[in-house]
């Protein structure tokens, strides 16, 4: 059974930092490409930054380069996202998302809430 486990939302101060986690289990994470996505109120399910399954690439957002970091652990199946200098608008729900690097499959974690208000 294939499972995304986000954790590590919360309440934050503008300025703060969280670190999300996502915890996969029933496929072979070293073959998919991690990425977090976020949607907020009102608003398109928007990309936020990827980490390949071959070399550990990554890739960011515009709007959140230089403040956040993906980083994902193969032995632990787990995917992170730093989040530092957070802003009001950076309040969404995040989304963990895995897809194949060898055939179709896509799965989308449940979601964790970040709210950042003073």
């Known amino acids: 059974q294939v499972q995304l486990v986000e954790s590590g939302g919360g309440l934050v101060q503008p300025g703060g930092s969280l670190r999300l986690s996502c915890a996969a289990s029933g496929f072979t994470f070293s073959t998919y490409a991690m990425s977090w996505y976020r949607q907020a109120p009102g608003k398109e399910r928007e990309f936020v930054a990827v980490?390949?399954?071959?070399?550990?690439?990554?890739n960011l957002a515009d709007s959140v380069k230089g403040r956040f970091t993906i980083s994902r652990d193969n032995a632990k199946n787990m995917a992170y996202l730093q989040m530092n200098s957070l802003k009001p608008e950076d309040t969404a729900v995040y989304y963990c998302y895995a897809n194949s690097r060898y055939n179709s499959n896509r799965y989308w974690g449940q979601g964790t809430q970040v709210t950042v208000s003073s």
């Open positions: 980490a390949s399954s071959t070399f550990g690439s990554t």
